[in-house]
C-alpha cells in the first residue's frame, strides 16, 4: 500500500532556504555547521548517585565529554532524582569538558520532562542532547521542534545540538535520513547492545568481538578434520562503516558505543581502534579505566603527526601533484589524508600540554 501512494503521490521537499530558520519564533538560530571539538571519550555517570556527583569536577578535567545518563542503568525509581541530579550538576558545571546528556527514549513516560526540564533549567549549560533509539527522522523532528519551542521560552543563546543512538535495524537502514534530519544533528554513536538484539544477533556481549564470528583456513589436503587457523571477524564492521558514510556525507561526528567487558582492556582498545581507523571520533566510557584507553586511541601517534607534517611540508599548501617521500608516492590523495591527521592533532595540542610537546605543535 505504501509503494502504491509513493508511486502517485510527491511527498513535499522543504526548501533548503527554510531549513536554517528557527522552529520557534525566539529560538536561536540553526547551526550551518557543526563545530569540531574534541572528544575521544564520552564518559558517562549516574547524576542520582551522591557519589559519583561528587566526583564531577575532578572527572571534568580529565575527559572530553561528561555525560548525565537519564536513561538505561537508571531504574525507574531513580528517574526524577537523576534529572534534578543533572540540573544541580550543570548550575555548578565549570567544565573543561562538554556536558551532555542522554534522556529517556520517546516512548518513554519521562522522555518530556527530560528535555522540558533540561532545557528551561539547565539548556545554556548542555551542549548536546542524546537521544536513544532513534528509528528515522521523524524523531529528530520531533525533538527538533520540542527543542525550539523549550529554548524560546527559556531565552537559551545558542541552538543545543542532537546526537543519536543507532539502536533498531530501522534506525541502521535510515541512518543517512536520521543524520541529515536536523541542522542540530551532531553525530551518531552505534549502540551494539540493544542494536543486538533488535536484530535477534546471538550474542549476550555489550559490544566487541565473539569467538563464534569466523572464518576458517581451508583444509589441508582436503583433510577436514585438520587442525586449521581460524580468525575472529569483527560483528559491528557494515553497521559502522555505514554510520561513518553517514555522518560524513552531513558534516556531523560518528562515535563507537560502550565496550562492556570492562576488565578486557585489551580487546576495549582493539575494538576502539578499529572504530578509530574507519573514522569514527570517539567512543563511550563506561569506567574510568575506559578513559586512558579512548584517549591513547583517538588521538594520532606522534610518529604518525611527524610523517603527515613532513608530507604537508614538501607538498606545498596546495597539495598538488605528486612527490616522493622515502621511496613513497605521495599526492592529492595521500595529502588529504595527512591534513586530516594534523587537523586533528592541532585541535587536541590546543588543549592537552602533553600531546602538544609530542606532536611539536
Same mark, same amino acid.
Given at each position: 500500500?505504501l509503494a ?6 510527491s511527498?513535499?521537499v ?7 530558520r ?5 529560538? =536561536?538560530? *540553526?547551526?550551518r %555547521?557543526? =563545530? ?11 547524576p542520582?548517585n551522591?557519589k559519583?556527583v561528587?566526583?564531577?569536577p575532578d572527572?571534568?578535567?580529565?575527559v572530553?565529554?561528561?555525560?548525565g545518563?537519564?536513561e ?7 528517574? @526524577? ?6 540540573? &544541580? ?7 573543561p569538558?562538554q ?9 518513554? *513516560?519521562?522522555?518530556?520532562?527530560d ?7 539547565a539548556? &545554556?549549560?548542555i551542549?548536546?542532547?542524546?537521544? *536513544?533509539?532513534?528509528?528515522? =527522522?521523524e524523531?529528530?523532528?520531533?525533538v527538533?521542534?520540542?527543542l525550539a519551542?523549550? &529554548? ?9 545540538q542532537?546526537h543519536?543512538i543507532?539502536?533498531?535495524a ?5 541512518v543517512? %535520513?536520521i543524520c541529515?534530519?536536523? *541542522?542540530r ?23 566487541g568481538?565473539?569467538?563464534?564470528y569466523?572464518?576458517?583456513q581451508?583444509?589441508p ?5 585438520a ?10 564492521h ?7 558514510? !553517514?555522518?560524513?556525507?552531513n ?5 563507537y558505543g560502550?565496550f ?5 582492556v ?11 581507523l574507519?573514522?569514527?571520533v570517539?567512543?563511550?566510557s ?5 578513559i586512558d584507553? !579512548? ?5 594520532? %601517534?606522534?610518529?604518525e ?7 604537508? @611540508? ?12 622515502d621511496g613513497k ?11 586530516v591527521?594534523?587537523a ?5 595540542? %590546543? ?8 606532536y611539536?605543535?
Amino acid at each position: 500500500m505504501l509503494a502504491v501512494i509513493s508511486a502517485t503521490y510527491s511527498w513535499p521537499v522543504q526548501s533548503p532556504k527554510d531549513f536554517f530558520r528557527p522552529l520557534a519564533v525566539g529560538a =536561536p538560530t *540553526p547551526l550551518r %555547521e557543526i =563545530p569540531f571539538r574534541p572528544s575521544r571519550m564520552i564518559h558517562f555517570f549516574d547524576p542520582s548517585n551522591p557519589k559519583m556527583v561528587a566526583k564531577v569536577p575532578d572527572i571534568a578535567t580529565k575527559v572530553d565529554v561528561l555525560l548525565g545518563n537519564l536513561e538505561d542503568a537508571i531504574q525507574a525509581s531513580n528517574k @526524577e532524582a537523576a534529572r534534578v541530579g543533572l540540573v &544541580e550538576v550543570a548550575h555548578t558545571f565549570e567544565g573543561p569538558a562538554q556536558l551532555w546528556t542522554r534522556v529517556n527514549d520517546l516512548g518513554s *513516560p519521562w522522555v518530556l520532562d527530560d528535555i522540558t526540564t533540561l532545557v528551561t533549567e539547565a539548556g &545554556e549549560k548542555i551542549d548536546v542532547f542524546m537521544i *536513544p533509539k532513534v528509528e528515522g =527522522p521523524e524523531d529528530i523532528h520531533y525533538v527538533d521542534r520540542l527543542l525550539a519551542q523549550l &529554548e524560546a521560552k527559556a531565552g537559551i543563546s545558542r541552538p543545543i545540538q542532537l546526537h543519536a543512538i543507532l539502536e533498531t535495524a530501522r534506525g541502521v537502514a535510515s541512518v543517512e %535520513e536520521i543524520c541529515a534530519a536536523s *541542522p542540530r544533528m551532531h553525530g551518531i554513536s552505534l549502540g551494539p547492545a540493544d542494536l543486538s538484539a533488535n536484530r535477534r544477533m546471538k550474542t549476550t556481549r555489550v559490544g566487541g568481538g565473539h569467538p563464534g564470528y569466523l572464518v576458517r583456513q581451508d583444509p589441508p589436503g582436503g583433510d577436514v578434520e585438520a587442525v586449521r587457523a581460524t580468525y575472529q571477524q569483527d560483528l559491528w564492521h557494515y553497521t559502522v562503516a555505514r554510520m561513518v558514510d !553517514a555522518c560524513a556525507m552531513n558534516g556531523i561526528y560518528a562515535y563507537y558505543g560502550p565496550f562492556g567487558d570492562i576488565k578486557d582492556v585489551v580487546a576495549c582498545e582493539d575494538q576502539f581502534r578499529n572504530a578509530y581507523l574507519l573514522g569514527c571520533v570517539g567512543a563511550w566510557s563506561l569506567h574510568p579505566v575506559q578513559i586512558d584507553i !579512548a584517549k591513547k586511541v583517538f588521538s594520532p %601517534e606522534p610518529d604518525e603527526v611527524a610523517w603527515a607534517k613532513r608530507v604537508v @611540508e614538501e607538498m606545498g599548501e596546495d597539495g598538488r601533484g605528486a612527490v616522493m617521500i622515502d621511496g613513497k608516492m605521495q599526492d592529492d590523495a595521500t595529502f588529504k589524508q595527512c591534513k586530516v591527521v594534523l587537523a586533528l592533532a592541532r585541535e587536541l595540542a %590546543e588543549r592537552d600540554p602533553d600531546l602538544a610537546k609530542a606532536y611539536a605543535l
